[in-house]
């Protein structure tokens, strides 16, 4: 943390493309015109754009029971290579993050990584679990509702509202969840949920697969939506690569779901990156691995002209960095997280990515912007060299 540096270039700050020099001493960013005896200095020059870092809150990285599909570590060298320089953690691990102590002990673990790292909690049997460990979010997956029922989900939205903290929902009913995952699956669960929204809890829906989950939610819950759900549909994306839950939906609600995305009707751009092993994936296991190319494939819309460069990090780096409490911008004073990225364009292949997982049913698909360096906790990563300063 007391080494320093300083990252010259064109950088996105205050609304506007300017050329910055960042002066990061101590981990902490102290000018945007600095230059300071002692301290490298790595210059971007043309085609290279500095944007406040971005933050995902929704990763499995798996790590103490299943460290053959994804590690901390590994993990952690996905974000990096997709630019992306905080995470929250599901806590689906082996064993479940329900208790106080598991939920420490996973921070405490998380807190050597390279970049910001949090963990949702899981839904705890016994409820007094959440005042010992105040976590700023829980996460509910169906199999919770299964297990415990919906009566004790209200009763963990109560001693949410009471903490302060934020129910996070994979919003499928699992009533409606046999051998298939139909849509009414989540549909319902959206009803139910815009219910509790209108009693006053604070709620968040992540990875929202369906237009109607979108027109029933918005305003009352904060949403986000994954790449695949945006840009994958079940009629073109098959067989066990493309199986992840909630499922890819057909290509005319895709169309619907992306034109309420892009028209700034979903809150927070979030992977779920669900890393398995290709023998899991090929044995029938859900989850798509993104977190190395998402920040690409949403600067591509910005490329396209779908979205503005302000909208881009509004999605995934703003309103995420808030939901995680980090602060990931280029303020003096502010700790440094950010990162450089090559503005040109680049088909996804196996060889972006750096984690465990180095397949996805993304691969193939036009992205723009690859990330060439992250500032995150102190260090500066030069991604095509390997040098950390
Ligand atoms: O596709 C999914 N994969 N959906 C989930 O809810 C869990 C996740 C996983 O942990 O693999
Ligand atoms: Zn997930």
Redesign the pocket.
């Known amino acids: 943390m007391d080494g320093c540096f300083v990252v010259e270039g064109k950088a996105y700050v205050g609304g506007a493309v300017r050329y910055v020099s960042v002066l990061v001493e101590g981990g902490v960013v102290r000018s945007l015109k600095g230059r300071a005896e002692g301290c490298r200095v790595v210059q971007f020059p043309r085609r290279h754009l500095i944007l406040p870092g971005f933050v995902d809150i929704h990763v499995?990285f798996r790590d103490w029971g299943l460290s053959h599909k994804e590690t901390l570590r590994g993990g952690s060298a996905a974000a990096l290579a997709g630019g992306v320089v905080g995470v929250l953690d599901?806590p689906?691990t082996k064993p479940h993050i329900r208790t106080a102590e598991l939920y420490a002990k996973r921070l405490a673990e998380g807190s050597s990584l390279p970049i910001h790292y949090g963990v949702h909690m899981g839904v705890p049997e016994d409820l007094s679990e959440l005042d010992k460990a105040k976590p700023r979010s829980v996460k509910v997956?169906p199999e919770d509702v299964a297990q415990f029922g919906w009566a004790h989900v209200e009763a963990l939205l109560e001693r949410c509202a009471a903490l302060g903290c934020t129910a996070v929902f994979?919003c499928e009913d699992p009533a409606y969840i046999s051998d298939s995952r139909p849509p009414e699956a989540e549909a319902r669960c959206a009803d139910r949920i815009a219910l509790y929204a209108r009693r006053g809890f604070r709620i968040h829906v992540t990875?929202v697969s369906l237009p109607y989950t979108v027109e029933t939610l918005r305003g009352l819950a904060t949403l986000d939506a994954t790449p695949h759900h945006l840009l994958l549909s079940s009629d073109k994306c098959s067989g066990p690569f493309c199986?992840?839950?909630?499922p890819l939906r057909g290509e005319e609600q895709r169309r619907r779901l992306l034109a309420l995305f892009l028209a700034g009707a979903v809150d927070i751009y979030a992977t779920?990156h669900?890393p398995?092993t290709m023998e899991d994936k090929l044995a029938g296991?859900?989850?798509?691995c993104s977190l190395d190319v998402a920040a690409s494939l949403l600067l591509r819309f910005w490329r396209d002209g779908l979205l503005g460069l302000d909208d881009v990090l509004r999605l995934y780096s703003f309103r995420p960095a808030r939901f995680a409490g980090l602060e990931a911008s280029l303020r003096p004073g502010a700790p440094a997280a950010f990162s450089v990225f090559r503005l040109e364009e680049f088909s996804i292949s196996e060889r972006d990515f750096k984690g465990t997982c180095r397949f996805s049913p993304l691969e193939g698909l036009r992205a723009f912007g690859k990330a060439v360096a992250v500032a995150s906790r102190g260090r500066l990563h030069l991604l095509e060299t390997g040098e950390v300063l």
Do not use: E, Q, T
Request: hydrophobic share 30%.
């Open positions: 499995h599901m689906n997956y994979h990875h199986k992840v839950n909630p779920d669900a398995h296991a859900p989850g798509i």
